[in-house]
């Protein structure tokens, strides 16, 4: 008895560094997030302790992360304005080139569409150089001119579009009897007056293209304020009177 009387400690002595190995271990993995911490004696602590642990590393990281995505929602909205108004002013240089010399003038090499008209609105101090449609990239740069529209000048319907939160986000303040000046690439200005006013879906606007008169139309989405692009869009119909 006396003789194992020595050997006993030193039993229990390992199994105590063995349990202090496993206890470590489930620590170290508690900080992978696999497993909850334990007290000395083997209880396992609260979560809200687990979570209170964590937030000194998480959360700088956390509100990082947040301040990277509201500057990036931040930029893009100033982004969107800012291109509109570059490529006006690009657009304008070939607008003027395309009238001195007859004949349509691309803004940059890799456009796929090209200045047909200017748009003046006065009531609204609105301007913009219209595009001819011909790809969904031109509403991105400025209003354009519908292809399954009329002419500009002839007789028809003549339909031109534009983003409410770019080129057209003054057409809230349109009002009945408003004059809208065109002025075409080549031959003298045209004065339209707005007459009519509505809201429609995209698929039901009752309009007509071929028409015994020269009418236009300006059209944008709708509501104004919406961030959400839905099924309604505003029409203004406007029948071209003599100049004044």
Same mark, same amino acid.
């Given at each position: 008895?006396?003789?194992?009387?020595?050997?006993?400690?030193?039993?229990?002595?390992?199994?105590?560094?063995?349990?202090?190995?496993?206890?470590?271990?489930?620590?170290?993995?508690?900080?992978?997030?696999?497993?909850?911490?334990?007290?000395?004696?083997?209880?396992?602590?609260?979560?809200?302790?687990? !979570? %209170?642990?964590?937030?000194?590393?998480? /959360?700088?990281?956390?509100?990082? &992360? +947040?301040?990277?995505?509201? =500057?990036?929602?931040?930029?893009?909205?100033?982004?969107?304005?800012?291109?509109?108004?570059?490529?006006?002013?690009?657009?304008?240089?070939?607008?003027?080139?395309?009238?001195?010399?007859?004949?349509?003038?691309?803004?940059?090499?890799?456009?796929?569409?090209?200045?047909?008209?200017?748009?003046?609105?006065?009531?609204?101090?609105?301007?913009?150089?219209? !595009? %001819?449609?011909?790809?969904?990239?031109? /509403?991105?740069?400025?209003?354009? &001119? +519908?292809?399954?529209?009329? =002419?500009?000048?002839?007789?028809?319907?003549?339909?031109?579009?534009?983003?409410?939160?770019?080129?057209?986000?003054?057409?809230?303040?349109?009002?009945?009897?408003?004059?809208?000046?065109?002025?075409?690439?080549?031959?003298?200005?045209?004065?339209?007056?707005?007459?009519?006013?509505?809201?429609?879906?995209?698929?039901?606007?009752?309009?007509?293209?071929?028409?015994?008169?020269?009418?236009?139309?300006?059209?944008?989405?709708?509501?104004?304020?919406?961030?959400?692009?839905?099924?309604?869009?505003?029409?203004?119909?406007?029948?071209?009177?003599?100049?004044?």
């Amino acid at each position: 008895m006396d003789a194992m009387a020595p050997n006993r400690p030193q039993r229990r002595f390992k199994f105590k560094s063995k349990l202090t190995r496993v206890k470590r271990a489930r620590h170290m993995l508690a900080r992978c997030y696999i497993l909850t911490p334990t007290t000395e004696s083997g209880t396992p602590l609260p979560l809200c302790h687990h !979570l %209170k642990s964590l937030l000194p590393r998480t /959360l700088p990281m956390a509100v990082l &992360l +947040l301040s990277l995505v509201g =500057s990036g929602f931040v930029l893009w909205g100033f982004w969107i304005p800012m291109k509109a108004q570059l490529a006006q002013y690009l657009l304008e240089r070939a607008w003027q080139t395309s009238r001195e010399t007859g004949q349509p003038q691309k803004a940059w090499s890799w456009a796929d569409s090209w200045p047909v008209a200017k748009l003046s609105i006065k009531a609204l101090n609105l301007q913009a150089i219209v !595009l %001819k449609e011909a790809g969904g990239e031109a /509403l991105a740069f400025g209003p354009v &001119l +519908l292809e399954q529209s009329a =002419s500009l000048g002839g007789n028809g319907t003549s339909v031109i579009a534009a983003h409410r939160d770019t080129h057209f986000k003054a057409l809230f303040r349109l009002e009945q009897g408003a004059l809208i000046k065109v002025e075409p690439m080549a031959g003298p200005s045209m004065i339209y007056q707005v007459n009519e006013m509505r809201i429609v879906r995209w698929d039901q606007s009752g309009l007509i293209k071929d028409t015994q008169s020269s009418q236009l139309i300006i059209t944008s989405c709708w509501p104004f304020d919406s961030l959400i692009e839905g099924p309604l869009r505003f029409i203004a119909i406007a029948d071209r009177v003599a100049p004044q």
